[in-house]
């Protein structure tokens, strides 16, 4: 179909439209393209709202929230015209629970996913749900296999595309060329995808199907030199390296997961073992910045159609990512300890049409607010039950209301057994993390601007979780122990994660009765074996 008759399509289908959610469209390759839906054009409301959540980026490998990288300038360019959040934590460093977070406000104590790939069952609504009862057309683009539409994440999504959404492409165009031609068009398009997840490539990959991720060659990342030569690193070692670390998925996970074993198989000399590492570490930072190059020329697409004065866009993620850190149990990869570099993720907004005021926001944040934030800034209607344990910062950021003084929270994911003889190889998991720990033994932290208390391991030899507190701005790397019973301030944060460990273990076990629906043994392993989670 060409755009002139998919424009002419868009038109003739906007007067008879039924009421928005309704008519699913899934589009893929050589798919005829449905109309687009038009709305009652609303002064308050955004005509365009970018939802952009890809997965594994932490804070640290991102500037503004690192000022010593200088690998994401497309994104340190954003910054300096949006909110940036500098202290945004997520509920936990696995994408299936964490997308559950983000589109629906809530924990899993309410949104009811405990383990990946799961189907997302909860009622509540999220937040496509809540811009189509709006009068938004609502687009998913659902390239993650732990969030996919088909388990109900996006729900209320009208039009859903199981790829990446790049600039550049048919429908990406076509949903531009839409709100270019009709003033009363309004388009919410939320995505999922990673480029960024381990095993961390050399070259762009093919996982989202769609090589060099549709961008011109100016904004193709082939090397990092600067960072590459600082580590030492030529180009023909970092390949070196790489296709060992790849070796079909099995050294990655055992790098993950056991990493002392790993070492000592590779038996490399220090030297050349620190060359390894620096190299995973260089491979990492390569596709952070292709991630850059990606979000940069699709913010360039929308801003050559003169539509960034009328639009909201939000950048986050799923969890961030750990490299090498020598007082963490596991390497190169999230989950299963509640690390800094994992829990702290970007958070920017940008949209001065919602009267979004350019800064740095200081103040601690949580996925679980971008839902009620964004249906604020674009004044939505929310629906009652609607992101229960989020907070509607949009006063703050147009400067009429003060930061607000929250805490976040975080988990870890209950042991699963099935999950668990898949890895049963790598020992330093399962000494961290026994099988049969259940939900009592839920390693979960709270942090507010200045500390941070957790529940978990310190020394592989723990017998069990303890009580641990980190002075958050001295002390990143969690090295000093400072919890102290008699400290009002963390004792206080103790109780309250007791509190949200209790309600965990109490959810958790109700799921598991209540269970109606669930993915099969083979949908389940097709999926955790294309994230990279199982060989």
Request: hydrophobic share 40%; charged share 20%.
């Amino acid at each position: 179909m060409n755009r002139r008759r998919f424009l002419m399509l868009a038109g003739a289908g906007a007067a008879g439209a039924a009421a928005a959610g309704a008519g699913l469209y899934t589009w893929r390759r050589n798919r005829s393209t449905p109309p687009l839906r038009s709305s009652s054009r609303n002064p308050d409301h955004p005509r365009l709202v970018l939802y952009y959540v890809p997965c594994t980026v932490p804070a640290w490998a991102i500037n503004p929230f690192n000022k010593d990288i200088g690998f994401t300038p497309n994104l340190a360019r954003f910054a300096e015209k949006s909110a940036v959040f500098m202290n945004n934590s997520v509920e936990i460093g696995a994408s299936g629970i964490s997308y559950a977070s983000l589109f629906t406000g809530a924990h899993a104590d309410q949104h009811g996913v405990f383990s990946q790939p799961e189907i997302l069952q909860s009622p509540l609504p999220q937040i496509s749900q809540v811009f189509a009862n709006n009068g938004y057309d609502t687009f998913y683009f659902d390239a993650h296999a732990m969030a996919k539409f088909g388990m109900n994440y996006g729900a209320g999504s009208r039009h859903v595309a199981d790829y990446l959404l790049t600039p550049g492409h048919w429908l990406f165009e076509m949903l531009l060329d839409k709100l270019s031609s009709d003033r009363n068009y309004r388009a919410f398009v939320m995505t999922s995808f990673t480029i960024t997840h381990s095993v961390y490539p050399f070259q762009p990959t093919l996982r989202n199907r769609i090589q060099d991720y549709g961008l011109t060659p100016a904004y193709r990342v082939k090397d990092l030199p600067a960072e590459r030569k600082a580590a030492g690193l030529s180009l023909e070692e970092v390949e070196q390296f790489h296709d060992i670390y790849q070796n079909s998925g099995r050294d990655a996970l055992q790098l993950q997961w056991d990493f002392p074993s790993h070492v000592r198989e590779l038996n490399f000399p220090p030297a050349k073992l620190e060359k390894y590492l620096s190299a995973i570490t260089y491979l990492f930072k390569l596709n952070v910045a292709r991630l850059d190059a990606l979000f940069g020329k699709t913010v360039e697409r929308i801003s050559e159609r003169g539509l960034m004065d009328e639009s909201v866009i939000a950048f986050t993620a799923d969890h961030g990512e750990i490299m090498h850190r020598d007082n963490a149990f596991f390497k190169f990869t999230h989950g299963n300890q509640q690390a800094p570099e994992v829990l702290r993720t970007p958070f920017l907004i940008y949209g001065p049409c919602a009267g979004v005021k350019p800064g740095l926001h200081q103040y601690v944040t949580r996925s679980v607010d971008a839902f009620p934030t964004l249906a604020g800034l674009c004044a939505q209607a929310m629906p009652d039950g609607a992101a229960p344990q989020g907070v509607d910062l949009s006063a703050t950021l147009r400067g009429s209301a003060a930061p607000p003084d929250l805490e976040a929270f975080s988990h870890e994911v209950v042991p699963d057994p099935e999950n668990y003889e898949r890895l049963k190889e790598f020992k330093t998991l399962m000494k961290v993390h026994p099988p049969d720990g259940g939900a009592d033994a839920m390693w979960a932290s709270v942090r507010n601007p200045d500390h941070i208390v957790k529940f978990v391991k310190t020394d592989i030899g723990d017998p069990a979780p303890r009580l641990v507190a980190f002075h958050v701005p001295s002390d990143p790397e969690e090295r000093r122990d400072i919890y102290d019973p008699a400290d009002p301030v963390l004792s206080g944060m103790a109780s309250r994660l007791e509190e949200y460990r209790k309600r965990l273990a109490l959810a958790h076990s109700q799921w598991k009765r209540r269970r109606t629906q669930s993915l099969t043994d083979s949908q389940k392993t097709r999926k955790l074996k294309d994230m990279g989670y199982i060989k």
